[in-house]
């Protein structure tokens, strides 16, 4: 459990903020029981990883792919945003944060509540043709792709090669996403860092940008971070029950500025 002292702090730290980032990794949604893909015991360690490159020349490669998420799609499927989704979603509608950016792509933000969040690898909801750029909804794509095992293809040009909206391996971030990511995380004045290992460059290099620009960082993390020493505040504890602590404290705080003297 976070202490008082530390929740005190950083809710004091939200309230001065007029630039606050919330920056959210897959630690963000275990609580709503979606698995890290990418830890050691996570789905991708039991597939043959299919490279972008691949998936583009290569129709065995399409195949292997569209079985593979249709796995891990059943996943995130039922989920449903957690206690910290919905402090972060509130602090968004109160305009205490500034914007989300995320690693994340289950969209579970967008189901708490908050308005466009920043998807720095892209989103597992909707399928995107890599050849006329149309999108549609993933959930009918895959239920599709389950039921007969044929890759499904693009509607609007025929035979344009569908893939989730998401960033593959070996494939490179947005530039447009990237930038935009970059110029919020540098006019930052605060950046709570979520459930991310802070690993996985170039994301994992947004959070010190804060820090290089004179802005306050806050990690919160089960496990230790690569730059825990370079934040002004770690909590290595349970999300969910941080941001409630967290977003207690600052109520308190925003009441009493309220109350009359
Ligand atoms: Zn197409």
Redesign the pocket.
Known sequence: MISTASATRIATWLQEATQAIIFTGAGMSTESGIPDFRSPDGIWSKFRTVYYDEFMANADARQEYWRQKSISHSEFAQAVPNAGHQVIARWQHEQTIRAVITQNIDGLHQLAGNQDPLELHGTARQIL?Q????RYAAEPLVAEFLRTDVVPS?A??TD?RLKHATISFGQSLAGDVLERAVSWCQEADLLLAIGSSLVVSPAADLPALTKQQGGRLVIINRDPTPLDGLADEVVHESIGETLLAIAASHARKIFSALRPR
């Not at 050849?131 to 149309?134: E, P, Q």
């Open positions: 043709c050849d006329c750029g149309a693009c609007a040009c344009g």
